[in-house]
């Protein structure tokens, strides 16, 4: 009874501190705002995560681990590249309109604890390239798309997924678009960003 207890009340305090995290940042958010908002007492709270960093890392992995699957799955299956490249696309940036402080933190953590990523990249959760690797090999190899190496296109891939969430102030100002105005640019890049990737990769 007391195990079923214990992971409600912490259940409640991942799911308030997403919502804090999410409106906040990590910089901006405090535990006795996080406290109030799963509506139990700082002490608890403490009980569970000593410290802000402690449970930001919680909360990135609980996320995090339902993301990593996504894309192993779109990696490693029978799917064509530009397949893949739209549901990678599509699915990343879905789930980041729901997680947008995610990214940040990963920056944000590549400098300040390389341990923290270590330890995510060693995870048995973490996303496999292998065969991915393989099939864009191949396909050059069979004159499908041009002369291009795996993790030459996985960065580009990367890098247009994730740049407009972290650089979304900076965009957002160049731009001048409302918050409203962005997240129906973000709905928009879920083809946007494949089409044009797929275009890049295509022989002439």
């Keep these: 009874m007391n195990k079923i207890k214990d992971l409600t009340a912490e259940e409640k305090i991942l799911n308030a501190a997403k919502r804090v995290f999410e ?17 139990i007492n700082k002490s608890l709270l403490h009980y569970y995560y000593r410290s802000k960093q402690l449970l930001f890392e919680a909360v990135f992995k609980t996320a995090f681990n339902k993301l990593a699957p996504q894309i192993n799955t779109i990696l490693n299956s029978d799917q064509s590249i530009c397949e893949k490249i739209k549901n990678f696309s599509h699915n990343y940036t879905t789930f980041m309109i729901k997680h947008p402080y995610l990214p940040n933190f990963i920056l944000q953590e590549l400098n300040r604890n390389p341990e923290f990523v270590k330890e995510l990249i060693s995870s048995k959760t973490f996303p496999s390239m292998k065969n991915f690797q393989q099939q864009i090999r191949d396909a050059v190899k069979e004159g499908k798309i041009r002369s291009i190496k795996a993790e030459q296109l996985f960065i580009n891939i990367l890098a247009l997924n994730i740049f407009p969430f972290i650089g979304a102030p900076l965009i957002k100002g160049f731009i001048n678009a409302s918050d409203k105005e962005y997240l129906l640019l973000l709905e928009q890049r879920k083809t946007e960003v494949s089409d044009f990737i797929i275009n890049s990769i295509k022989l002439k």
């Design 23 to 39: 409106n906040k940042g990590m910089s901006g958010a405090r535990m006795q705002e996080i406290a109030d908002e799963a509506k």
